[in-house]
């Protein structure tokens, strides 16, 4: 398979960072950030998690060591241990992971390993505190990088949603309709905090991912008459404007200005509310991109995810999850060419299990998920052969206060099941 460590070796002037090339470890001591990658430009709260400095020897050990490491620690610890990974970590991990998929997958993962002491999720931070959420008592989640947050996940904090409800509050009241619906449900996306998926459960609320937000939407359409969903405007957008929601009726809410910039007609005249963030991989497809794939490979099928902005997803053949696409792929009995608007180690990784088809990324530069990449091969090692000397590292624990509200919505989304 092609590693995205192969393509930055041979084409760097291909990479949106050159950084790309160096060890996750050399950004752990440094100033909070992101890391390279396409979110590397993202503002990152203060306060966000930091990862201490990975132990030399897992620095300076071959990547064959390392995986023989893996192996052994997990052959020592047996069904002790599960390893939870996501669709877009990088191929040196995927080989480890008993479960592979997209964050809908791993929600339902996590809670079909009752028998685990541990469960070692190669994912990011909020990933993580789901699957503690859901985990058995006695279960402790781990996260190999404490450093792998999510940007999008970080543009919807606690406070500015707090404040936000209490602003729509005051303005449309808080007394159902005569049907019975409310006048607002809050919809978090799955990547947001534990913290905002508690708010959710408080709140009547429900948690989505891409793979069953029309579902989520029309549960929450059913017990309200409109919706606020954060973190992310453009799987929001998308999914009401395929629903037949007018986009004059999906107001933008800027947390940084009154009434999220918006007057209260429009706020009043609103089936939908969108957050004001975004993804920055998906962000980086365009139209433009699109039509160069048509222009070069006549009978291209283009697949691109929901968190793509709307003209991209207006101009593509298909749009849908991670899963989604992967099926798509999957499903294509003659060969065909595919150009994918998604993170650049799925697109590889399907490029290599499919040679049958010509399989290539929309964004020609490689600008992987910036916090997935801080997970490493050194980092899980580090974290295994530490389960076999007894010590559990870089635990994720979320707080009852937060886990019991928070559970609540996600059973929600658990039962929301996606389309067929």
């Keep these: 398979m092609t590693s995205v460590d192969t393509l930055i070796k041979s084409a760097p002037g291909d990479t949106c960072s050159p950084a790309l090339a160096d060890g996750p470890w050399t950004f752990d001591l440094g100033l909070p950030s992101y890391g390279p990658g396409a979110s590397q430009g993202d ?16 620095q300076r050990a071959s990547t064959e060591e390392l995986h023989d490491r893996i192996r052994v620690a997990k052959q020592e610890l047996g069904d002790r241990v599960v390893v939870l990974g996501h669709f877009y970590q990088r191929d040196e991990i995927v080989q480890h992971a ?32 789901t699957a503690d959420i859901l985990a058995q008592p006695g279960q ?28 729509l509050a005051e303005l449309y009241g808080t007394e159902p309709d005569e049907s019975g619906r409310v006048p607002v449900i809050p919809v978090t996306y799955m990547n947001s905090s534990a913290a905002l998926k508690g708010f959710c459960g408080r709140n009547g609320g429900i948690v989505c991912t891409s793979s069953n937000a029309a579902t989520v939407l029309e549960w929450a359409f059913e017990r309200g008459q409109r919706v606020l969903f954060f973190p992310d405007q453009h799987l929001g957008r998308n999914t009401a404007k395929a629903m ?3 986009l004059e009726q999906m107001p933008m809410w800027n947390p940084n200005k009154p009434l999220g910039g918006n007057d209260e007609q429009g706020l009043l005249d609103a089936r939908v509310i969108l957050w004001h963030g975004f993804c920055s991989v998906h962000r980086r497809f365009t139209v433009d991109q699109i039509e160069k794939a048509r222009a070069e490979h006549p009978g291209v099928r283009v697949i691109v995810h929901p968190e793509c902005p709307m003209p991209v997803v207006d101009a593509a053949d298909e749009a849908g999850s991670t899963d989604y696409i992967r099926k798509a792929v999957a499903a294509a009995t003659e060969p065909t060419t595919f150009a994918i608007g998604t993170e650049i180690n799925m697109v590889n990784r399907l490029a290599a299990e499919f040679p049958q ?4 990324c929309l964004d020609p530069v490689v600008c992987p998920c910036s916090t997935m990449y801080r997970i490493h091969p050194g980092y899980l090692a580090w974290v295994l052969e530490a389960l076999v000397r007894g010590e559990t590292l870089n635990q994720i624990t979320v707080p009852d206060d937060v886990a019991e509200p928070a559970r609540v919505a996600l059973e929600r989304m658990l039962a929301a099941k996606p389309r067929a």
């Excluded at 088809?357 to 290539?360: A, K, P, S, V």
Aim: charge should be negative.
């Design 98 to 129: 008993d479960f592979l998929g997209d964050s809908f997958q791993l929600a339902n993962a996590a809670q079909t390993v009752p028998n685990a002491e541990a469960i070692v999720f190669c994912g990011v931070h909020f990933m993580a505190e």
């Design 43 to 58: 503002i990152i709260p203060t306060g966000s998690p930091r990862q201490g400095q990975l132990p030399v020897e897992y």
């Design 244 to 246: 037949g929601v007018p």
């Design 357 to 360: 088809h010509e399989i290539f």
């Design 140 to 167: 402790s989640v781990i996260l190999p990088n404490l450093a792998a947050g999510c940007s999008m996940a970080d543009m919807a904090d606690i406070d500015s949603v707090e404040e936000a409800w209490a602003q």
